[in-house]
C-alpha cells in the first residue's frame, strides 16, 4: 500500500500545471475529432449524439454493463465461493469479495486508472490521470472516459476477487487485503496496459483478448495456484469432509456470474453493437455447451451428474470464451466451450488430487486454465472458415504465435511476481492464520461475526 | 417410571407420534441425531473430492412413562416405525429415579 501511495505522491509533485492543461487539450482536440468524423456505431445519427463524440445508445448500454460486471463480484462471485466453503468461513469469503472491492476502486482512482490506460510506454501507463485530474466528465471516445474509467474498474475488482478462492479458509484477511492491493499494481496494472492500453505492447503485436482471458483470468489463475501453494493446503485437507455448506448459494452464484457475464463480454467492445451482440451470443453458447460437457463427464465417471459439475462447466466455457468472444462464431464457441469443459474438468478433478494441491475453490482449474485455452484457441476459430471475424488475409499461424507469447509471458511475469509478493507478505504481515484460528473459523477468529445465528 | 429412547427414521415420526397418542402417551421429546447400525451410508463427491458419509440422519425420541405402561409403549414404538427394511432403529429403556412437574411441583407418576 505504502508503494502505491508513494508512486502517486510523486506522480502529484512532479506533474505541473502545463502537463495538466495539455492534457485537457487532448482531449479537447480528440473530442472536436470525433465530433467531426462521427463514429461507426449503431446510433451514428445526429440525434443520437451526446454531444462532444459521446454516443447515447453505446453509453447508455456500457453504464449498465458496468453495473453487470460489478453485479459479478458483489454478489456473484461472492454467492458462488461463500457456498463453497464450510459455513464458519462464509463471512470470511464474503468480506474478501466485498473488502476488495471498495479497496480496487479507491486504488483504481488514485492510480490504477491511469497506470493502466493512458499514455506511458509499451509496458505501463502514465500519471496524466492520477486521481482522475484532468478528466472532462463530458469528452470521450464513444463512450465518456469517466465511463471507460467505471467499466475497467469492475475488472480490476473482480480479478483479486477470483484469486480469493485459492487461499480461502486460511489465510490472513490483513495479508488477502495487502496482497490484493499490491498484486493489482505490479500484476494486473501493466498487464492490463499491455492488453488494452494505449502502446501496449500486446496491443501492438496484434494479441486477441477482448474481455480479459488474459489480462483477468490467467493472472488470477496463476496468482491462485501461486499462493495455495505457498500459503499451504487446509487443516485437514485429503483427509476431513470438506463439503459446500450452501450448494443453492454456489448455483445462484454461477447465475448471476452468467447473466454478468453478457456485461462482461458483451460490454468489452465499448458499444451497443453487432459485435457486442455477437460476443453476448458466443458467450451463451460456451457457457451451455461446457456446463453440458462437465456435468456429462461426471455422469459418465460417477454415475451422477452434480449440481456442483454443472456450475462450474458453465463457469469454465464462460472463462474460456472471454477472450475469444470478439473474434469467433457460435461454431467457434461450440468448440472453445467442450474444449474448456474437458480441459478445464481435467485439470480441476484429475490433476488437482493427483499432485495434491489446495486450489480450494478451483480458481487455476477453472479460471486459469480456461483464460489459457480460449487464449489459445481464438487464434484457430477467429479464422473465416470456422465462421470467425477476421477477413481471408489473417494467419492462423501467426496469431498462435502471439497468443502462445501472451499467454506464457503474462503468466510467466504474474508467477514470478507473485512469488516474490507472497515471500514478502509472509516475512512481514504473515500469510496464514494460526491453526487454532483456522480450526474455529475466520468468521469467528478475523472477524468476530457468525453467519448463522438463530 | 422408565425413560423410553427410540432412533427411529426420521419420517416414521407422525405414525410413532400417534401411535402413542392413542395409547395415552402425550409427551415425548425429540431431537435430530446422526448415527448408523448396520446400516451402509453413501459417498458423495464434490468436484473429485469423494467423501464416504457413515452417519445417517434420524430422529431420537424420549418420552417417560409409568412402569405399567412401559411393555406396551415399547410396542408401540416398535410397530409405528417398522418397515422391515435394514435402519429401521432401536428402543431403550432406562430406569428414571425421580421426575418434576415445573409449573406445578408435582412428582412421581403425577409428572409424567
Not at chain 1, 280 to 291: D, K, N
Amino acid at each position: 500500500m505504502g508503494l502505491a501511495f508513494a508512486l502517486c505522491a510523486w506522480g502529484g509533485l512532479t506533474l505541473s500545471a502545463q502537463d495538466a492543461a495539455s492534457a485537457a487539450e487532448e482531449a479537447a482536440v480528440a473530442a472536436q475529432e470525433m465530433a467531426e468524423n462521427g463514429d461507426d456505431t449503431l446510433a451514428g445519427e445526429p440525434e443520437a449524439d451526446g454531444g462532444g463524440g459521446i454516443d447515447k445508445a453505446d453509453t447508455a448500454w456500457i453504464m449498465a454493463a458496468t453495473a453487470l460486471v460489478l453485479f459479478m463480484t458483489i454478489p456473484g462471485l461472492s454467492l458462488f465461493y461463500g457456498g463453497l466453503v464450510r459455513s464458519k468461513n462464509v463471512l470470511s469469503v464474503l468480506m474478501h469479495c466485498f473488502f476488495i472491492t471498495c479497496v480496487m476502486t479507491i486504488f483504481w482512482l488514485v492510480c490504477g486508472y491511469s497506470l493502466a490506460l493512458t499514455e506511458g510506454n509499451a509496458f505501463i501507463g502514465g500519471l496524466d490521470r492520477i486521481f482522475l485530474k484532468g478528466l472532462d466528465p463530458e469528452a470521450g471516445d464513444g463512450i465518456p472516459e469517466s465511463l471507460l474509467f467505471m467499466f475497467q474498474m469492475t475488472f480490476v475488482i473482480i480479478t483479486p476477487a477470483l484469486i480469493v478462492g485459492a487461499f480461502c479458509e486460511r489465510m490472513k484477511f490483513a495479508a488477502v487485503v495487502a496482497f490484493s492491493l499490491v498484486w493489482a499494481l505490479l500484476v494486473y496494472v501493466p498487464v492490463c496496459h499491455m492488453v488494452w492500453g494505449p502502446g501496449g505492447w500486446l496491443l501492438e503485436k496484434g494479441v486477441i483478448d477482448l474481455a480479459g482471458g488474459i489480462v483477468v483470468h490467467i493472472t488470477a489463475g496463476i496468482a491462485a495456484l501461486v499462493l495455495c501453494i505457498k500459503v499451504g493446503p487446509r487443516k485437514g485437507h485429503l483427509t476431513e469432509k470438506m463439503a459446500p455448506h450452501n450448494l443453492p448459494m454456489c448455483v445462484m452464484g454461477t447465475g448471476m456470474l452468467w447473466v454478468g457475464w453478457f456485461g462482461f463480454n458483451g460490454g468489452s467492445d465499448l458499444g451497443a453493437s453487432p459485435d457486442g451482440v455477437m460476443a453476448m451470443l458466443v458467450t451463451q453458447v460456451s457457457a451451455a455447451i461446457a456446463a453440458i460437457v462437465w456435468t456429462t463427464i461426471e455422469w459418465v465417471k460417477n454415475g451422477k451428474p452434480s449440481v456442483l459439475g454443472g456450475v462450474t462447466g458453465a463457469i469454465a466455457g464462460l472463462a474460456a470464451i472471454t477472450p475469444a468472444s470478439g473474434e469467433v462464431g457460435p461454431v467457434g464457441a461450440l468448440c472453445i466451450g467442450t474444449v474448456s469443459g474437458i480441459v478445464c474438468w481435467y485439470f480441476s478433478v484429475v490433476l488437482k488430487n493427483k499432485f495434491r494441491y489446495d486450489d480450494s475453490l478451483d480458481v487455476f482449474g477453472v479460471h486459469g486454465v480456461g483464460g489459457f485455452v480460449g487464449t489459445i484457441l481464438v487464434a484457430v476459430f477467429a479464422a473465416e472458415q470456422f465462421g470467425g471475424m477476421k477477413d481471408p488475409s489473417y494467419s492462423v499461424g501467426t496469431q498462435l504465435g502471439i497468443q502462445m507469447l501472451a499467454a506464457f509471458g503474462v503468466a510467466g511475469y504474474t508467477f514470478l511476481v507473485s512469488v516474490a509478493l507472497a515471500i514478502v507478505i509472509e516475512k512481514t504481515i504473515g500469510l496464514r492464520v494460526e491453526e487454532s484460528d483456522e480450526r474455529e473459523g475466520l468468521d469467528v477468529s478475523e472477524h468476530g461475526e457468525q453467519a448463522y445465528n438463530n | 417410571m422408565k425413560k423410553l429412547e427410540a432412533i427411529i427414521k426420521p419420517f416414521k415420526l407422525e405414525e410413532v407420534k400417534e401411535a402413542l397418542g392413542e395409547i395415552g402417551i402425550e409427551g415425548m421429546t425429540v431431537s435430530e441425531v446422526k448415527g448408523f447400525g448396520r446400516q451402509k451410508g453413501h459417498t458423495e463427491i464434490y468436484r473429485g473430492s469423494e467423501y464416504t458419509v457413515d452417519f445417517l440422519p434420524k430422529l431420537k425420541l424420549e418420552t417417560v412413562v409409568a412402569d405399567n405402561q412401559v411393555e406396551q409403549a415399547v410396542e408401540t414404538i416398535a410397530k409405528a416405525a417398522k418397515t422391515g427394511k435394514i435402519g429401521d432403529g432401536k428402543v431403550f429403556v432406562l430406569d428414571v429415579e425421580e421426575a418434576l412437574r415445573i409449573r406445578t411441583d408435582e412428582q412421581g407418576d403425577e409428572a409424567i
